[in-house]
């Protein structure tokens, strides 16, 4: 008798198995709008604080060479900018430009 209930090996029936797919499924459909909002908030904050950084180099070139920079060269030749060219890219694609002091963003390609 001992011996019996040790050899007897229970496992998953194929309907338990379906109904956690089906609770898996369905907390995976809950879950990837959310993250694709959570997304799209990381990208407008961090393209927000590109503009903000990329202002605040226009202000420290007014300051120190006290004229305003017309374009992205100058704050890039002056060494207040990167001259790397990601750098006036947010990760959306969006680019920014600078036009006399003015930093503005453009559309994605």
């Known amino acids: 008798m001992l011996k ?3 050899a007897r090996e229970d496992g998953f029936t194929l309907i338990e198995m379906m109904i956690v797919l089906l609770v898996i499924s369905v907390l995976i459909l809950i879950a990837i709008p959310n993250v694709m909002k959570r997304a799209e908030t990381i990208d407008d904050t961090g393209c927000e604080a590109l503009v903000k ?3 605040g180099q226009v202000q420290a070139y007014r300051l120190e060479l006290r004229k305003t920079p017309a374009n992205a060269g100058e704050l890039i030749a002056a060494d207040f900018l990167d001259d790397n060219p990601d750098a006036l890219t947010c ?3 969006r680019t920014l430009a600078v036009n006399n002091g003015n930093v ?5 390609p």
């Open 4 to 6: 019996r209930l040790l």
């Open 91 to 93: 990760s959306d694609g």
């Open 104 to 108: 503005i963003i453009n559309a994605a």
């Open 53 to 55: 950084m990329v202002e």
